[in-house]
């Protein structure tokens, strides 16, 4: 079993940056794939960015604003987010695919991006 435990969010300005950081309890270095989601009230979870390997891929949404990264070494995953817009604001989650069909969650870390 492992624990991931989200840090990073908060309130920004339209335009701001924030980097969003998930640290998990265990070595992640095994881990099949890596992701962070976000859910606003009333609509369901969205997938966001994930990371398998060294390969990454992104919802259209985030492309080219938001990096996900992850550093086997401290067992952490990141996301990097750029030019942040009002409707990023939601609770952003980071979720470990620890083995075919087993994965774990964090509580999540809320994101609020407003002027």
């Known amino acids: 079993q492992v624990q991931l435990v989200e840090s990073g969010g908060g309130l920004v300005q339209p335009g701001g940056s924030l980097r969003l950081s998930c640290a998990a309890s265990?070595?992640?270095?095994?881990?099949?794939?890596m992701r962070w989601y976000r859910q606003t009230p009333g609509k369901q979870r969205e997938l966001v960015a994930t990371?398998?390997?060294?390969?990454?891929g992104y919802a259209d949404s985030v492309r080219g604003r938001f990096t996900i990264s992850r550093d086997n070494a401290k067992n952490t995953l990141d996301l990097q987010m750029n030019n942040l817009k009002p409707e990023d604001t939601a609770v952003y989650y980071c979720?470990?695919?620890?083995?075919?069909?087993?994965?774990?969650w964090g509580q999540g870390t809320q994101v609020t991006v407003s002027s």
């Open positions: 265990r070595n992640i270095f095994a881990f099949n794939a």
């Open positions: 979720n470990a695919v620890v083995s075919p069909g087993i994965s774990a």
């Open positions: 990371i398998v390997g060294s390969g990454t």
